[in-house]
């Protein structure tokens, strides 16, 4: 009988394997048997929360078909109507299209010494997950939230990401406070076959420990990590590779035209290597942050992930 950790072991392996494209013939030997991942991009790309003319979903899907994408990354705050009829007309667009959509970026915050906050940010992940399971999408990003302490998201940037605690509490209390909400978001995301991704974000997420600490410490197979290339600012491989075992979607960032509080230049010959070695078959999913045209600088960032993740 299979341990737990094996079992989790497996479905991490199997959900990184969603939509992977086999390249040549099997042989007697699987590790040389090639995988090209599946290119996808977010509705962010387009939108940028401030581009209102690329705020239409269905335009997104259009324009990411057009430029050649395999699927698409649907965020949810760009997202205009949550009715039913208006998630089964993206489901049907992206059909038609020719599209997977293939994963939900969403946003909520547990770092709250308050439980009534806490639990309002759990009802609204179940809800989220809802949502993704009725348009069929497979994996869904989740945040810790932060402690909210440094009040400029500018600021936030040039203290590179670190904020103190709330006065009086702790980030152990904080970790705890993550842990106990997420773990009740999980028989939902388990009813609904979404795949929840913890993401390398702000706040308690910041860190490749401190994601792999909650995802360890729930230890659920519907818990993984969406591993964001553009959060660890600085000597980023090494924290890409402790989180990408349990990856099951990669978001990419681009910076065309230089980015809005910070620009990486980061090797993706080298990053897709390291996904590779640790198995990954996943979707890669762009998210351009670059002040270049995004008609332009999209196609521009699919050529390069395509010519890396082949």
Known sequence: MKTRRQFLTGAAGLASGIGAT???AATSSPDTTQYRNPIGVSTYSFWGFRRDDFRSIEKCLELAAD?????VEILHRQMEDESNGAL???KQRAFTLGLDLMGFSTHQGFVSPDPATRQRNIDLTIAQIELAYRMGIPTMRINTGRWGTTKSFDELMANKGIEPALEGYTDEEGFKWVIDSIEKTIPKAEECGVTLGLENHWGLGRTAEGVARIVEAIDSPWLQVTLDTGNFLENPYPKLAQLAPRTVLLQTKTYHGGGTWYTLDLDYARIAGIMRDAGFRGYVSLEFEGKEDPLTA?????DMLRSRFQ
């Open 22 to 24: 086999k390249l040549g």
């Open 88 to 90: 089964q007309r993206i």
């Open 67 to 71: 430029m050649g994408f395999d699927g």
């Open 298 to 302: 999209i196609p521009k960032s699919l």
